[in-house]
Nanobody
């Protein structure tokens, strides 16, 4: 598994971005996928997760109603749609794959087996 998060950038507050998570080995459909973020000087935190088939999806309370996680097992991609972005959303965003509980994705980062390089999201207020 070789994960890659992409789609980050600089956006004004209130704007939107779509992050993508891909696997160069095209095995992403086997795993639950989580999105995490880490802001400067802060610990990495859970953002959203999706089961292997996308039927179970949820977001952290801090982004609920603004962010949405989706996936397509045919194209083997997972997306994080981020709307109404706020300066506090500024962070490096990572996607991760969990080969364990693929039907019930976890918010616990220790459960994730594979991590990709992050993508920077900067929101100017």
């Amino acid at each position: 598994v070789q994960l890659q998060a992409s789609g980050g950038g600089l956006v004004q507050a209130g704007g939107s971005l779509r992050l993508s998570c891909s696997d160069s080995a095209r095995t992403l459909h086997r795993y639950a996928v989580g999105w995490f973020r880490q802001a400067p000087g802060k610990e990495r935190e859970f953002v959203a997760a999706a089961s292997w088939n996308g039927l179970v999806r949820y977001c952290a309370d801090s982004v609920k109603g603004r962010f949405n996680v989706t996936r397509d097992t045919v194209v083997d991609m997972v997306w994080l749609d981020m709307n109404n972005l706020k300066p506090e959303d500024t962070a490096v965003y990572f996607c991760a794959a969990d080969r364990g509980t693929v039907t019930n994705p976890t918010r616990n980062e220790d459960e994730y087996d594979f991590w990709g390089q992050g993508t920077q999201v900067t929101v100017q207020g």
